[in-house]
């Protein structure tokens, strides 16, 4: 059974920073790519970043420069670090496997005053 759980969200002021936690189980950590989407309320999920089995990353154009995916395939983790945090970027972020098969159940993100 393949699980994803995500951990580290919360509430942050704007110019803040949180990072990201997801732990994947069930699968062979190693050889997924893995990313992060999110969906802010009245809106469609988009994807955040992604990151390949190798060190290949992709940004949305509105994190870049802000955001940085990472992994430990030791640890079967893949890791959002979050910089710099502006009340847009509110919402649930998902974790999920690259081919968008399996997702974890979401961790809200608050950037308010």
């Known amino acids: 059974q393949v699980q994803l759980v995500e951990s580290g969200g919360g509430l942050v002021q704007p110019g803040g920073s949180l990072r990201l936690s997801c732990v994947a189980s069930?699968?062979?950590?190693?050889?997924?790519?893995m990313g992060w989407h999110r969906q802010a309320p009245g809106k469609q999920r988009e994807l955040v970043a992604r990151?390949?089995?190798?060190?290949?990353?992709n940004y949305a154009e509105s994190v870049k420069g802000r955001f940085t995916i990472s992994r430990d395939d030791a640890k079967s983790t893949v890791y959002l670090q979050m910089n710099n945090l502006k009340p847009e970027d509110t919402a649930v972020y998902y974790c999920n496997t690259w081919n968008l098969a399996y997702w974890g159940q979401g961790t809200q993100v608050t950037v308010s005053s």
């Open positions: 990151i390949s089995t190798g060190t290949t990353t």
């Open positions: 069930g699968i062979i950590f190693s050889r997924n790519g």
